[in-house]
């Protein structure tokens, strides 16, 4: 089973920062993610979010540029101008840490950068140290980026082609949660990249995809033909029995008859899918009584060992 390093080895370091990408690297994951958003000079950054203020100083470097929502948004600022942000570890509309146990909110010099740099940082450090990992990039937000102007896919695999990326046989997975998005991918571009399709929730309104209708075996099998994996939410996989032992939903071998790999998301010790009670336990189920290809974790070492 791959391990993929879900915002670098953010369990340690703030997610996204080159340092949580090393630490990953060397705690031995076999991807490392970048989670891809558009400036408006047309840049590609790695952060998470469409938005800056949960996880940089933003509002006090640019206190009067938030939108109504009193959100500060990615795109409505240059590249010069966020690589004067600070990155932190991530927090709530109230300022308190998501995790508090995790990296302390110091004001460390942690600094955004972009796709290219990050795909250049991986393949030095894969030269340095020999060991050779993959990169796992996702398109945030397509029809987001499309509404304010940008075609953040067609940007995103300019960068990739750039970087060297362009055979199914590279060491990459391209992901997205907009279904659309992906059939775009497959149909209108020349691009020969593994690609995952994610599987959200309808209540997080990540995209317009009917993550209800894409659970099913026919709107799995519809996606098949595009993709080579789906990446479904753990809690999609496993549900308890009558007596409270985790069982498959089903989902996981519907993903597999379909001729696809499951890559599930987020395996966290201090966040445990509801249906564990250990971390170890909940691995062992997705790989042994699922047998998924490949997960996600803020843990990497975790699951090294
Ligand atoms: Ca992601």
Redesign the pocket.
Known sequence: MKVIA??GASAYLPEHTLPAKALAHAMGADYL?Q?VVATRDEELIVL?DIHLDRVTNVADHFPKRARDDGRYYVIDFDLAELRQLRVHERVNADGAPVYPGRYPLSGEPFTLHTLAEELSFVRGLNKSTGRNAGVYP?I?RPAFHRSEGIDITTLFLNVLRAQGYTKASDPIFV?CFDAAEIRRIHNDFDCELKLVQ?IGDNAWQESDTDYDELRSAAGIASMAEYVDGFGPWINQLVELDGDGKPVSTGLAERIHAAGCEAHP?TLRRDDLPPAFSRFDQALRFLRDELQVEAV?TDFPDLIRA
């Open positions: 879900h915002r993610e989670d998470h996702e945030k992901q994610l998301y996600f």
